[in-house]
Every structure is written in C-alpha cells, then in structure tokens.
C-alpha cells in the first residue's frame, strides 16, 4: 500500500517530503528506541514512534524506512522536519495513540511480518 | 557560479529538445461549427484555457479563453465558433528546436501555439509554456538521473581498473561530542559513498548501522573522536576511536541492556544499551579496547564476500511467531 493511501485513510498530517508520498510501504514497525528500530526494522517498513527529535530522520534514512508516523498528535522539532526534507523521509503526524494506529494499520494490510 | 551553470544547462536544453517532446498530444479539439455557447463547458470540463479548432485533419484556427470572454462582453448572439476563432494561426513544426517556441512566444505574447506535422500540416499537438517547463523539469530529471548511472557504473570498475597487489580507499569522519545535531551524518556520508562504490545494499545497510551506533557512543559518551574507514575488494574496516573518558569494564559494556546513559539521553530513545550488541551482530569480527583516561577503539571488520548470508541484523534477529 502506498503512503498516500494510508495518509488519506487515516486522516494523517503531513510534515515534511510533500513530493515522496508514492512510496510504496512494505510493512511496519513501532517502538521508541533507536538502536531497536536499527536492528529489527526493514527497508520498507512504516515507523511508529512518539519520539520527535532529529535523530529519527538519521535511523529512518539509514534503514530506507519508508516514512515515520509520530503518534499522539505530537510536533516534529523544526530541526527534524528540515532534516528530513533534505534527506527525503515523509514524516506524518496521527492523533491517534500508537495502540490505536497500529490496530489501524494492521486492519489496511500493513503488517510486521513478511 | 551554480546559477549560472544552471542557466546554460537550460539553455543547451532549449537548442536540443524538439518542440514534438514537449508538446501535449492528447488534445481536446473544437470544430468551426460548434457554437460559441458550448465553448464554456468544454474549456471548463477539460481545464484547458484554449483549444485549436479543427476541420477533417486540418487546423483552421484556434480559440481561447479571452476570445470567449469578449464574446460574452459584446453580448452578441450566439454564432459558431469559426466567426470568433483566431484565423492566422502561429504554429510550430513538431521537429523545431524548443528555442523557436520560447521565441514565438515572446514575440506574440500568445498563451499557445498549436504544432503541427512540418510535411503535410497536420495538427500534431499544442504547446503552452506549462508544458515546455515540465518538458524541461523531466528532461533535466533525465539528465541527473544518468548522470548518477554512469558515475555509479565508473566507480564500480574503480577497484578492478586499478592494477595493483592491494587496493584500498580510506575515508575518515570527525564526530564532535555532544553534538546531536549531527547525529547519524558521518554515518549517512558513509552509507552515500559505499552506495556509490557500487557495494551490495545489504554489506552497506550492514555497515551504516554499526557506524550510526559507533557514531552516537563518540556523541553520548565521549568529548568527540573519528571514524576511519577502510574499503578494500573483500572487506570493509571501520576504526572508531575517541580521546576518553574510556570504558571502565569492557565486559559488562558488552552486555546487551546494560547502559550508563543519563535519563535525558534515554528519553531520547538511545542509550538502552542495545548499541555495542547492534554492532556486533552487522559485524563479521568486533573488537573492542578501552582505557580509563585515555579512550576506547572499536573496530568493526565486515566482510564483502560472505556479506548476504551472515545479515544478523534484520534478519536473524526479527521476532517471528
């Protein structure tokens, strides 16, 4: 399913990398520790995290995640959004709790298994 | 100097591109017949300003917004569009270099130009300057896009074009500590470069992983330090090395979930001690050494050849059920 699909079905906002919403996302991953998110994320995968500093854009880039969804309607830093403009990853505010979101997501077929 | 080179890029582009690439061929054409009072809905349905009108095959005239709007000014009855349309039609032959376009459309202000076959004058397309920006936006796309291609396939030979009992490249990054605000760009720089040899996708993951987390221990722990990189044909080396104030007990640092960070650093999701562990399962062979006092060395040694089976990380190490 592609990102535009699941920003227009889950009523996301988005951040940053307005123009790269066609990527196609592969499957998903939720947590809130970095070197977690290194090791068991794959590329492709949709990242479900509450945390909002820059470090976020530098993970997501090195694991060719296909985009970061920040839960419980929490800002990205202006840092991070500028980072992540300049790196290419859409970032994506949901008001949603990460339980809730991720419930939804599975629901549309984005799964954390392959 | 960057604006200039991008003028000339534009203009070399203009002298090369026909006016038949740029132009757009799925046209919505009106016959002379049609009445003026159908011209609204045809513009407004197909979101167009302007339409060439058409006999047969053969371009009679073209009619645009403005001719309808002063149609509805003089409020005159209604009558077919031939009595209204522009007769003298500019055209353009599909084989002219875009620059007679950009030409025609300075010299008579027109908001288009209908293209037509140069042989027998059939109406081949139309031409906006809509469409000439985004013939050039996708023609520069293009450009880029091979460019990077034969830089990649160039490099890729890199190794084996170079005549010579050891080859190796050396890159080093320098991390200041504490500086957040660059977390990961050593690592991302790192990451561009191998992309760029021509090194699997996969070693490369192996090694912008294990340097991201190396990278963030020099920006937590320590008052800064560099990652040199050693890229020979069978494997990569990566020497991280940093000043103090070293690692008082190796062993236990090893430990998966053992961690000395402060709060403030784990509220940011490090720190949970899972970094040392992550690099060791992307190596093929870690070593770590540490003085209180003097600073710690990790090298991380991650073998080309026998890259694709050994990807511990995200792999082996996925919880499946």
């Known amino acids: 399913m592609k990102l535009s699909e699941l920003i227009q079905n889950l009523n996301l906002s988005v951040r940053s990398a307005q123009e790269n919403l066609e990527r196609e996302v592969t499957g998903g991953y939720a947590s809130d520790l970095l070197s977690d998110v290194l090791a068991h994320s794959r590329e492709g995968d949709l990242w479900i995290t509450l945390q909002v500093h820059q470090n976020i854009v530098a993970v997501a880039s090195m694991k060719d995640l296909a985009g970061i969804i920040l839960v419980n309607g929490r800002e990205p830093e202006q840092e991070t959004i500028e980072k992540a403009e300049t790196e290419d990853i859409a970032i994506m505010v949901s008001e949603l709790s990460a339980f809730e979101l991720v419930g939804r997501l599975y629901g549309l077929g984005v799964t954390g298994m392959r | 100097m960057v604006l200039d080179n991008k003028i000339s890029k534009i203009q070399e582009l203009i002298y090369e591109i026909s006016v038949g690439e740029v132009m757009k061929t799925n046209l919505v054409t009106v016959s002379p017949q049609t009445p003026m009072s159908q011209l609204r809905e045809i513009l407004r ?6 339409t060439p009108v058409v006999e047969g095959d053969k371009l009679v005239g073209i009619i645009s917004i403005e001719d309808f709007i002063k149609w509805l000014a003089d409020r005159e009855p209604d009558c077919p569009i031939r009595e209204k349309m522009i007769k003298d039609v500019q055209t353009l032959y599909a084989d002219e270099p875009l620059t007679q376009a950009v030409n025609k459309f300075e010299q008579f202000g027109f908001g288009r130009f209908a293209v037509v076959d140069h042989e027998d004058k059939r109406l081949l397309g139309i031409i906006t300057k809509g469409t000439i920006v985004e013939g050039l936006l996708k023609k520069l796309e293009i450009d880029r896009y091979e460019e990077e291609e034969v830089y990649r396939r160039r490099i890729k030979h890199f190794f084996e074009d170079i005549l010579a009992d050891k080859v190796s490249l050396f890159f080093q990054y320098d991390v200041a500590g504490g500086d957040f605000s660059r977390g990961g760009e050593g690592a991302g720089r790192l990451k561009a470069t191998l992309r760029r040899l021509g090194i699997a996708p996969q070693i490369v993951r192996r090694v912008a992983i294990a340097t991201y987390e190396a990278e963030m221990n020099l920006i937590i722990y320590t008052d800064g330090g560099n990652i040199r990189v050693r890229v020979e044909p069978h494997e990569i080396f990566v020497s991280v090395r940093d000043s103090g104030p070293g690692i008082p007990d190796v062993e236990k640092a090893l430990v998966p979930g053992y961690s000395t960070a402060p709060e403030w650093v784990r509220e ?54």
Do not use: W, Y
């Open chain 2, 45 to 50: 349905d197909k979101r167009i300003s302007g």
């Open chain 2, 268 to 321: 940011l999701g490090f720190g949970a001690g899972m970094g040392l562990d992550n690099i060791r399962k992307c190596a093929t062979k870690m070593g770590l050494r540490s003085t209180v006092g003097k600073g710690t060395q990790l090298s991380i040694h991650i073998s080309i050849e026998d890259g694709a089976k050994s990807e511990t990380v995200g792999a082996d190490s996925k919880p499946e059920s």
